[in-house]
């Protein structure tokens, strides 16, 4: 079974603290990808990043990072000294190989980053 | 720009009416998605479609069709036969196929059946 858990609904934090967004997936595949969307006030899902299931390197990007460990089956997303701008709903999405058309989505944590 | 436009942002509907939610892209990609998002869920799939006059259900179909004349164009019908409507549609379009490959979201349409 394919599945993404995002056990936190929803975190406020005081700007410039750092906050951890945790996602927790479940497959069988040997080959997949994992990808991170932010969703602002807006709507529409920004991507973020993606990781395929082969490469657990850490990876920083300004004031976010990831962190990816096949062991826990845990990809999570740090950000660094929160902005309000930070202010989202976060997702975390599964793709695998063998049907390239579904994605699974957790459900979502919602940000609140308070001035 | 290139980007996907969704049209209406809003959207109401009385019970029993067929309305159709407008997506257009100019990414020049041929995979388009529709997903329904209800509070406190994450994204559900409805149709896909991987090249223009083919598409193919998602997880949750059921009330809803599609159709894909165009390649930039993928319009989604909310018809009276899907029971609780109301929820925030998004249209998603990718470059290729491979699994790395990530969708770019447009701004969605929120719709509310009155």
């Known amino acids: 079974a394919q599945k993404v858990t995002q056990a936190q609904t929803e975190i406020s934090v005081v700007e410039k603290e750092d906050v951890t967004l945790d996602c927790v997936y479940e497959t069988r595949d040997t080959t997949y990808y994992l990808f991170w969307y932010k969703q602002p006030p807006s709507g529409e899902l920004v991507f973020l990043i993606r990781?395929?299931?082969?490469?657990?390197q850490n990876e920083i990007s300004g004031r976010y990072s990831w962190n990816f460990q096949k062991s826990t089956s845990s990809f999570n997303f740090t950000i660094t000294a929160s902005q309000v701008v930070d202010s989202a709903v976060y997702f975390c999405?599964?793709?695998?190989?063998?049907?390239?058309?579904?994605?699974?989505f957790g459900s979502g944590t919602k940000l609140n980053v308070k001035p | 720009d290139g980007g996907i436009t969704q049209s209406p942002k809003y959207l109401f509907r009385k019970e029993g009416q067929n309305v159709t939610l407008s997506c257009e892209q100019n990414l020049n990609h041929d995979a388009m998605y529709w997903y329904r998002q209800d509070p406190g869920q994450g994204l559900r799939l409805i149709y896909y479609s991987q090249i223009v006059n083919d598409f193919q259900k998602g997880d949750i179909a059921e009330g809803y069709s599609v159709s894909r004349e165009k390649k930039e164009s993928f319009p989604l019908t909310v018809t009276s036969a899907q029971k609780n409507p109301t929820a925030f549609y998004l249209c998603?379009?990718?470059?290729?196929?491979?699994?790395?490959?990530?969708?770019?979201f447009g701004p969605g349409t929120r719709l509310t059946v009155l």
């Open positions: 990781r395929n299931s082969f490469d657990e």
């Open positions: 999405a599964l793709g695998h190989l063998y049907n390239f058309n579904k994605f699974y």
């Open positions: 998603a379009s990718r470059a290729g196929l491979a699994v790395y490959n990530e969708q770019f």
